[in-house]
């Protein structure tokens, strides 16, 4: 695979699935002319309740085809894949680096009844990374630590807002607001696309906390153009990848990033006549 985008600074964004979309739209607001490569790992989603030797191997491989790409940073987007294979990600490669972890701190600094609750995959939820956030942030707050089945496969198929969506959300997030949560971190990158049904759910007295716009901000950080972007150069691109079916890929990935976008398949992908945008 070549570099679709030469001479341009190109940053590679994966999740496994769509859910890393949020992330990218994150980025792709703080900086318009960037160029992105987007891989979702649909043909493996989810994540959320395989082997850790099994995420450890996917993100390795599409963490490879970015840079084969020509991606100069990679955006881990997607928590699980995070916490269980980022540390190898770093020993092995030597582009930087962007990751991302539940938003435990911030919600425990603003719950006012000391509680809050953590939805997220079941992978993530049993990781050592939540379990060190609990202990380093957590002191003296109710920390309810929720696995979320299904969550992710509702945001696969663009199921955000049906009454079977609420129901489903409803059985898992009610008990939680029950227990007295006023602030919900939502860590998994899926379930920001089922904020609003899930906002729904809680009640507005209670606080949503997610972490993509943090990832923007670091990915800037990392590219060192904070200050510096020059609104001449070209708009920036994106270029959508699968490891699922793409025609599958195209309705869904439309929707979420809120315009028609072209998915291609990852083993297929045609260097720079396949960037939209
Ligand atoms: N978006 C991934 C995350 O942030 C979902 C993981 C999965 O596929 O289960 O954890």
């Not at 942030?137 to 920390?143: A, E, P, S, Y």
Request: with cysteine; aromatic share 6%; charged share 20%.
């Amino acid at each position: 695979m070549t570099n679709p985008f030469p001479s341009v600074r190109t940053v590679g964004v994966f999740d496994s699935g769509v859910g890393g979309l949020s992330v990218l739209k994150a980025i792709r607001e703080k900086h318009p002319t960037i160029d992105f490569i987007y891989i979702a790992d649909s043909g493996n989603a989810p994540y959320g309740s395989r082997s850790a030797e099994f995420i450890e191997s996917r993100a390795s491989h599409i963490a490879d085809s970015l840079i084969d790409a020509g991606a100069e940073i990679i955006v881990v987007a997607c928590n699980t894949a995070t916490a269980i294979a980022v540390a190898k990600l770093r020993a092995k490669l030597t582009v930087p680096i962007v990751a991302m972890e539940p938003a435990i701190k911030p919600a425990v600094a603003h719950t006012k009844t000391g509680v809050i609750g953590v939805l997220a995959t079941e992978r993530t939820i049993e990781s050592p990374t939540v379990a060190r956030l609990c202990r380093d942030f957590g002191q003296g707050v109710n920390i309810l630590l929720q696995p979320c089945p299904g969550f992710v496969e509702l945001v696969e198929r663009g199921e955000l807002s049906s009454d079977y969506t609420h129901e489903y959300l409803r059985k898992t997030v009610s008990p939680l607001i029950a227990q007295g949560a006023d602030t919900l971190v939502l860590g998994c990158t899926h379930y920001v696309f089922l904020e609003p049904a899930i906002q729904h759910i809680a009640g507005p007295g209670v606080h949503i906390i997610e972490s993509s716009a943090a990832v923007a901000r670091q990915t800037m950080r990392y590219l060192g153009i904070e200050k510096h972007i020059d609104l001449s150069e070209h708009a920036g691109r994106e270029l959508f990848l699968t490891t699922g079916s793409p025609e599958d890929a195209q309705t869904i990935f439309s929707q979420l990033w809120g315009s028609p976008v072209e998915v291609l398949a990852l083993d297929n992908i045609n260097a720079s006549s396949s960037a939209t945008g």
